[in-house]
């Protein structure tokens, strides 16, 4: 029945996906590639640095959007981090 084999592999396979993000630690450690699990090619550093900032890691935040400013593939995406990190509290040295 294939409503079965969906339920089965919704069990199986679903929610050990969705575990490995239960709580911020675990997303910071699968975002930061400290674990083979998450395929993007590099971590995703605005998440990263969101929730960094809301634990008060603001510092560590400050880090990760500069270098993703950098990372230019869409030439509108600078300014986009740029002005994300503006209203984060994170002024972007120029």
Sequence with gaps: MVSADVINRIKSDAFTFFS?????D?????????SNNFSSGSPPRIISAIILLGR???????????LRALEIRNPGHPIYVRKLAERLGIPHPE
């Design 56 to 66: 008060g890691e603001k510092e560590r935040a400050k880090e990760l959007l500069p």
């Design 20 to 24: 490995l993000f239960e709580s911020r």
């Design 26 to 34: 675990l997303i910071l450690q699968e975002l930061n590639g400290l």
